[in-house]
């Protein structure tokens, strides 16, 4: 089992940047897939990044974050990192880091086990 703990958001202007980063318990953290999910008021949960469970392993992006966020993990640290930049008002949202204990998780919420509790991130016009 492992437990997941957001940091890093809060309120950035249009065109800034912010880099979220989840910290994950057990001693098992390299054998697990990660992803990055978000959920705006009133909308459902949808997939932002994923990475695969080995160091600078494959990553997955939705094509609206493409170019602009990157995510990475370091298996030593048991941390997973999501660099946002050139943010725009619509990626306000809450922020959710996602494991499983596969190689990859996919881009559906369903695919993973472990959920963090959120992080803020809004961004103003």
């Known amino acids: 089992q492992v437990q997941l703990v957001e940091s890093g958001g809060g309120l950035v202007q249009a065109g800034g940047s912010l880099r979220l980063s989840c910290a994950a318990s057990?001693?098992?953290?390299?054998?697990?897939?990660m992803g990055w999910f978000r959920q705006a008021p009133g909308k459902e949960r949808e997939f932002v990044a994923a990475?695969?469970?080995?160091?600078?392993?494959?990553?997955y992006y939705a094509d609206s974050v493409k170019g602009r966020f990157t995510i990475s993990r370091d298996n030593a640290k048991n941390t997973i990192n999501l660099q946002m930049n050139s943010l725009k008002p619509e990626d306000t949202a809450v922020y959710y880091c996602?494991?499983?204990?596969?190689?990859?998780?996919?881009?559906?919420?369903?695919?993973?086990?472990?959920w963090g509790q959120g992080t803020q991130v809004t961004v103003s016009s």
């Open positions: 990475i695969s469970w080995f160091a600078g392993g494959n990553t």
């Open positions: 996602a494991a499983v204990p596969k190689v990859i998780g996919g881009r559906e919420p369903n695919g993973y086990d472990y």
């Open positions: 057990g001693r098992t953290f390299s054998r697990y897939a």
